[in-house]
């Protein structure tokens, strides 16, 4: 989603900028721009609705005054207004003087905008964010001090944000914070912004984090307040390890996922096994014990915790509920509840309220890929994904990774609660060490039918599909990568339901694609749906399309039924003509809620 960099260096700001903002493209965006000053006080300003790399161009057509080492950019996922160059950011005030990029949403934009425009002020954009340049502007003509000026105009706002204010005049730069991420770092590089430390990593070594509030200038000596008030900066947090990946060709960062995930899901089972077989990975959190476990995600981590949850009640009896995010307020914690909040990114703005507006009291646990998010930060304790880079917006290894981390917590609570033997224990992570073989025999598969198959539904406007017990979160994952990467309609259900409504939408052709794992019931569906002239798209034992042995009874159930589901949305996408990676209108780390 939305991205910001801003740097302060001694030489020419638009290679870090663009650099940054094109490590921040696998969060999905429709536009991009930066702001520079210039050696006459003046800032030029680039901005395009295509990839980042078009800034180059800009940047080299450039023919004003000599471009300076302090700027600030942006990659806009849009949310207020269209896809254009006027709505991209940097906005600018009425006299160009300060440029200004933001993260989040302000919810009081409109009567702001409306005040403002009252005033005299003239608006170039539709977007929410604009409103802060003028507010500054206006500020700014009273305190002369940008510093406070930002501070003041902060206060005016509701909503979320992560905002750097850029003065061309005088090259000084401030930055604020509430419910959205930044971070400052210095080096002898200079002074660099972000709102993910992946975009400056290769310049610094260690970062400070802004807390909700923190207004800082950022200049060689940071000034940080909070009110108005000057303020102790936090303590610095060490850069992570640089994460290692290669920008590759259209589709083929989706595609290369998909194939790591048998090395992925080795490696995680490799490196959590003794630690659930004894129930240590889950005494290690430190975390009192639980009677029910509350999981919250979006998405597909929302799948991926449902998994988990099946696998918490069927494996030891307890009881589990899932949360929608988005729809967690007013939701009932009862005593002895554990809440698993689970986002790839650790920064889905929906899972961070949720958390925010649920009781103090009660014990949260953190799943994520990114052990230094803001998710991470908040919760009482953290289990990461260990999943690695990745770029390709539709979640694969992820999902996969975050099934395998959550299950072999499951597991280890069980052990260490006392409701299933270590002895137990280590027969079901013995199974988990047979995933990886399973993923690769079950791609092979998918890949000897895939070309024939995506040519009899390429047309299709619609899919459904189904799974009985352990197999409907995967029909669910499975339809939601394909609306994500073919932008068809596909919608999954218990196969049971069908009889309940869903039967309707079936006629000759429509594809009913099957998670079949073995219940006994799903034939009696298959034959509702043949009799009305669906097209049975059947994954699993022997007689379906795809055959691949999958077991209901595996602690995740039958997890590498995944595989299939991935390739057949990437292969029907790529047939298309879509950009699998960046499927439009969705981001990868969804900062806006």
């Not at 009567?111 to 802060?132: K, N, Q, W, Y």
């Not at 597991?411 to 006392?418: C, F, M, P, Q």
Request: net charge negative.
């Amino acid at each position: 989603m939305c991205g910001i960099i801003g740097c302060r260096t001694t030489t020419a700001a638009p290679g870090y900028l663009i650099t940054g903002l094109k490590l921040l493209e696998y969060r999905g965006y429709d536009s991009a721009g930066i702001a520079v000053s210039a050696a006459d006080g003046s800032t030029a300003l680039f901005r395009t609705t295509e990839r980042v790399d078009a800034l180059n161009g800009l940047v080299r057509a450039w023919d004003g005054p000599a471009l300076g080492g302090i700027g600030i950019g942006h990659t806009r996922w849009a949310t207020h207004g269209g896809v254009c160059v006027t709505n991209a950011h940097p906005h600018q005030d009425c006299d160009r003087r300060l440029s200004v990029v933001h993260n989040g949403i302000l919810d009081n934009a409109g009567p702001l905008r409306a005040e403002l425009e009252g005033a005299g002020h003239s608006f170039a954009s539709e977007v929410d964010s604009e409103v802060i340049c003028h507010l500054v502007e206006d500020r700014l003509k009273v305190t002369r001090d940008l510093l406070t000026a930002v501070s003041q105009s902060a206060e005016q706002l509701t909503g979320s944000w992560a905002v750097v204010v850029l003065d061309g005049l005088t090259g000084r730069m401030v930055a604020a914070a509430h419910r959205s991420p930044l971070l400052v770092a210095r080096s002898a590089e200079g002074t660099f912004l972000a709102s993910d430390i992946s975009a400056i990593s290769d310049w610094v070594e260690e970062y400070r984090i802004l807390g909700d509030g923190d207004v800082v200038e950022v200049s060689e000596d940071l000034a940080w307040t909070r009110a108005g008030i000057p303020s102790l900066a936090p303590p610095p947090i060490m850069r992570p390890p640089r994460a290692s990946f290669s920008l590759l060709d259209q589709d083929d960062h989706m595609n290369s996922e998909i194939d790591e995930q048998p090395e992925a899901a080795a490696r995680v089972i490799e490196g959590i096994g003794r630690s659930v077989a004894d129930g240590t990975l889950w005494t290690g959190l430190g975390l009192p014990p639980f009677q029910r476990l509350r999981v919250i995600g979006c998405g597909t981590s929302l799948n991926a915790g449902a998994i988990i949850g099946a696998g918490l009640s069927r494996l030891g009896g307890q009881a589990h509920s899932m949360v929608v995010a988005s729809e967690a307020a007013g939701t009932v914690i009862e005593p002895g509840t554990l809440t698993l909040a689970i986002s790839q990114s650790g920064e889905t703005a929906d899972v961070l309220r949720a958390i925010d507006e649920g009781p103090e009291d009660a014990p949260v646990l953190a799943l994520v890929n990114n052990v230094h998010s803001t998710l991470a930060r908040k919760v009482d304790a953290v289990l990461s994904c260990s999943a690695g880079p990745e770029i390709g917006v539709a979640a694969t290894k992820t999902f996969v990774c975050q099934v395998l981390v959550g299950t072999g917590l499951v597991i280890a609570s069980l052990v260490a609660s006392g409701r299933i033997t270590r002895h137990d224990a280590r027969s079901l992570v013995d199974d988990l060490y047979g995933i990886p073989e399973r993923f690769a025999a079950a791609a092979l598969a998918a890949h000897r039918e895939l070309p024939g198959l995506v040519e009899e539904v390429r047309h299709a406007s619609g899919f459904l599909f189904l799974g009985r017990g352990a197999a409907v979160p995967y029909a669910a994952e499975g339809a939601l990568k394909l609306k994500e990467l073919t932008y068809r309609w596909a919608e999954a259900y218990p196969a049971g339901e069908l009889k309940h409504g869903p039967l309707a939408l079936v006629e000759t052709g429509t594809p009913v694609v099957i998670v079949d794992d073995g219940d006994p019931r799903l034939a009696g569906n298959i034959s509702e749906v043949r009799a009305r002239g669906g097209l049975i798209l059947s994954v699993g034992r022997p007689g379906s399309r795809i055959e691949t042995p999958l077991s209901a009874l595996a602690p995740c159930g039958p997890l590498e039924a995944v595989v299939p589901l991935q390739l057949l949305a990437l292969r029907l996408a790529v047939d298309l003509g879509f950009d699998a990676d960046k499927p439009r209108n969705l981001a990868k780390s969804v900062t806006v809620d």
